[in-house]
C-alpha cells in the first residue's frame, strides 16, 4: 500500500459512513454477545444436562476444564492467526468454527461427547478475543480506547445476562438440544454483515475524510522472516508476564460467576430453571455496567491529564478494593442481598477486565497486538481450568463458601503485578 492510499477518501460511488469505527465497535459487541450466549448455554442447562446425561458435578467440572484446556491453548495459536490472516478474515473463521460447534452440541449423547463438543468450542472462542483488541488498535485512539473496548467487552456481560431467560425459553419451549442449535446458528448468521461492514481503516471505501484523520496510522505488517524475533520480543518483555499473571489471578472469578453461578442458584439456593431465568440475569447486568463504566473512566481520566496506563491503573485499584464484598454472597440471608452482593462483584469483575484490555493495547504496536493479546489471554485459560476443578473439588466436599472467600481475595494479590507496569508502549510507535 502506498502512502497516497492510506490518505485516500470514499471510494466514488459509495457513501460514507460517519462515524464508522463505532459501527464497527457495535458489530464487535454483537459477535461477543453472542460468544458468551453459546458458552452460557451449557451452565445455564448444567443441571437438566446432566439429569438427562447421567453426569455428576465433578463430571460436570471435567467437561468446563476440557472447554478451557483447548480455550487456554488456542489462545496462543488465535494470536498469531488474527495477527497472519487480518481481522475480516481471521473473525469469520472463528465464529464460524465456534457456531458449528455449538450447534454439535446438540447431538452430545455422554460425558465424552459433550465434553468433545465443548473442547471444540473452546478452541474457537478466543478467536473473538484476539481479533477484537486487533480492531480497537486499529480504529481508535488512545482516549477512546478504553470506552472501545468497553462497549465491546460489555457484549459479554449482556450475554450472559440475556442467556438465562433466553435460554430457559428456548430450552423450555424446543428442549435442552434445540437452545443449542438456535444459538449457534446466531453466529453463523452474524458473519455476513461482517463480512460486508469490515475492512482496516486505511482501505475502508466508505471512511470519511473527517474520521480518517482520527484512526491510527496504518500499522506495519509483521513477515515470515521476522516470526521468531517477534515471538521473542513478546516472550521476553516483563509486561507481558505480568499482564499474564493478573490474567492467571483474576480471571477464575469471572468464569465462576458464568459457570457456577446458576448452578449455585439451584444447587443451594433452591432456584428452579424458570426462577434463574427470571433473576440471575441482575448480576450481568451489574457486569455490563462495570464494563461500560470501567472503560469510560480510564478515558474521563485521560482526557484530565492522566497518561493511559497511569489512568488504568487507577480503575483497577478502584475495582480490587469494591470486589472484596464477594464472601457475602454466601453469607446472605435472602436472594435479592444474594443478586446485590454478586451484582458487586461482577460489576467490579468486569471493570477491572476491560481495564487489562485496554492496558494491553495501550502497551503493545497494532501489528503485533492479537499475538501480545492471545499470550496474556492464555493465562485466562489457565487460571479457569485450575480454578475449575478447585471449585468442582470444593463444592463437591465442602460448599461453596471457601470459594467465594477465594474469589474475593484474587484482585488484591493481582494489584502487586499491575503496579510494575511501565507506562510507555514496549514496541514500535508510541500510543496515539
Keep these: 500500500m502506498t502512502p497516497s492510499a492510506s490518505h485516500a477518501g470514499p471510494s466514488p460511488g459509495l457513501r460514507s459512513i460517519p462515524n464508522l469505527r463505532w459501527w464497527i465497535v457495535g458489530i464487535l459487541f454483537l459477535s461477543t454477545v453472542i460468544n458468551y450466549v453459546d458458552r452460557q448455554t451449557l451452565s445455564v442447562l448444567a443441571r437438566t444436562i446432566q439429569d438427562d446425561l447421567g453426569i455428576s458435578d465433578s463430571g460436570y467440572a471435567r467437561i468446563v476444564q476440557a472447554f478451557l484446556l483447548a480455550y487456554t491453548i488456542s489462545y496462543l495459536v488465535s494470536g498469531r492467526i488474527t495477527d497472519w490472516l487480518g481481522t475480516r478474515v481471521s473473525m469469520a473463521a472463528?465464529?464460524?468454527?465456534?457456531?458449528?460447534?455449538?450447534?454439535?452440541?446438540?447431538?452430545?449423547?455422554?460425558?465424552?461427547?459433550?465434553?468433545?463438543?465443548?473442547?471444540?468450542?473452546?478452541?474457537?472462542?478466543?478467536?473473538?478475543?484476539?481479533?477484537g483488541p486487533k480492531a480497537l488498535s486499529e480504529w481508535f485512539p488512545a482516549r477512546e480506547r478504553g470506552l472501545a473496548y468497553g462497549i465491546f467487552t460489555m457484549g459479554a456481560t449482556i450475554g450472559a445476562t440475556v442467556a438465562p431467560p433466553l435460554i430457559a425459553w428456548l430450552a423450555l419451549s424446543y428442549g435442552w438440544r434445540g437452545a443449542f442449535v438456535v444459538t449457534g446458528v446466531l453466529g453463523l448468521l452474524w458473519v455476513i454483515p461482517w463480512l460486508w461492514l469490515y475492512r482496516p481503516p486505511h482501505e475502508h471505501p466508505r471512511l470519511t475524510d473527517a474520521e480518517r484523520v482520527l484512526v491510527p496510522p496504518a500499522p506495519t505488517s509483521t513477515t515470515g522472516g521476522a516470526e521468531w524475533t517477534l515471538w521473542r520480543t513478546l516472550l521476553t518483555q516483563r509486561d507481558t508476564w505480568l499482564l499474564l499473571g493478573t490474567r492467571v489471578l483474576t480471571d477464575p472469578v469471572w468464569y465462576f460467576y458464568l459457570f457456577w453461578f446458576p448452578k449455585y442458584l439451584t444447587d443451594?439456593?433452591?432456584?428452579?430453571?424458570?426462577?434463574?431465568?427470571?433473576?440471575?440475569?441482575?448480576?450481568?447486568?451489574?457486569?455490563?455496567?462495570?464494563?461500560?463504566?470501567?472503560?469510560?473512566?480510564?478515558?474521563?481520566?485521560?482526557?484530565?491529564?492522566?497518561?493511559?496506563?497511569?489512568?488504568?491503573?487507577?480503575?483497577?485499584?478502584?475495582?480490587?478494593?469494591?470486589?472484596l464484598v464477594g464472601p457475602l454472597v454466601a453469607w446472605a440471608p435472602s436472594i435479592p442481598l444474594v443478586l446485590l452482593c454478586a451484582a458487586v462483584v461482577a460489576c467490579s469483575q468486569l471493570a477491572w477486565q476491560v481495564t487489562i484490555g485496554a492496558l494491553i493495547v495501550d502497551r503493545y504496536p497494532p501489528a503485533s497486538v492479537a499475538t501480545a493479546f492471545g499470550i496474556v489471554a492464555a493465562g485466562s485459560g489457565f487460571g479457569g481450568m485450575v480454578s475449575t476443578g478447585v471449585v468442582g473439588y470444593l463444592v463437591s466436599n465442602y460448599s461453596y463458601v471457601p470459594v467465594f472467600v477465594t474469589m474475593a481475595l484474587l484482585h488484591p494479590l493481582a494489584l502487586a503485578l499491575v503496579w510494575f507496569l511501565r507506562g510507555d508502549r514496549t514496541a514500535e510507535g508510541a500510543a496515539p
Design 94 to 131: 472463528f465464529i464460524v468454527w465456534w457456531s458449528l460447534a455449538n450447534i454439535g452440541t446438540a447431538f452430545a449423547s455422554s460425558i465424552f461427547t459433550l465434553g468433545l463438543w465443548r473442547l471444540l468450542l473452546g478452541v474457537g472462542e478466543p478467536g473473538n478475543w484476539t481479533v
Design 268 to 323: 443451594t439456593r433452591g432456584l428452579s430453571l424458570i426462577e434463574v431465568g427470571r433473576v440471575a440475569w441482575v448480576v450481568y447486568l451489574a457486569a455490563d455496567l462495570g464494563a461500560l463504566g470501567g472503560g469510560w473512566l480510564s478515558g474521563r481520566l485521560i482526557d484530565r491529564g492522566y497518561a493511559p496506563v497511569a489512568a488504568r491503573k487507577l480503575v483497577l485499584r478502584i475495582a480490587a478494593t469494591t470486589i
